[in-house]
């Protein structure tokens, strides 16, 4: 025998079905097999580093040569004893020794005291901090499953349309149908997804 079936609770099957159809056919999604479009801009930090601006080198510095003025005394004549001879106050031719002191002069010169030096110096490498602008993560856009704040791409906005999910009949909380698909092995998972 059948039971009765009232007409208030085949009106509610057919409402639940029509509502189920239409917001199927006006692309509402209300499982966890829903989809949609995410680009996320590129993440970009600051970083602090040494710069290189101007190598170590070595230069060599030249030091001129060191001159100075030195007097000596140089032998003009030797000394000795010579025969000398002369007149004297009559006319006679006289002669005699006569020691001859020897005859000096003083002669100036200019001697080198320390030769021309040529002497390496090192300047150090000189370095500058540097701001630079990095790439942290780039930007991505792709799918990821619709269920907002349960497992979905990060910072997702929204309330949560995974209810009556294949997780949630499962118990596993946060996860979504790609999550399950990848656990069992039916997919390897999206980038967006973290897998």
Known sequence: MTAPVTPSLLLAAIAG???????????GCGGAECYRHVNTPPVYGAVSERVLVRP????YRTVPPVYD??????LVAP?????????????????????????YTVRHRRVLVQPAQTIPETIPAEYA???????????????VPANYGQGGYPGAYGPSLAIGSIPDAFGITGASSADVGVGLGFSRGSIYDGY
């Open 17 to 27: 079905a029509l509502l189920s159809v239409s917001s199927a056919q006006a692309g």
């Open 56 to 59: 170590a080198e070595t230069v």
């Open 69 to 74: 003025t030195v007097s000596e005394r140089v």
């Open 79 to 103: 000394g000795g004893r010579v025969w000398q001879t002369s007149r004297d106050a009559y006319g006679e031719l006289v002669g005699c020794w006569v020691d001859v002191p020897p005859q």
């Open 129 to 143: 901090s540097v701001r630079r602008r990095v790439l942290v993560q780039p930007a991505r856009s792709g799918w």
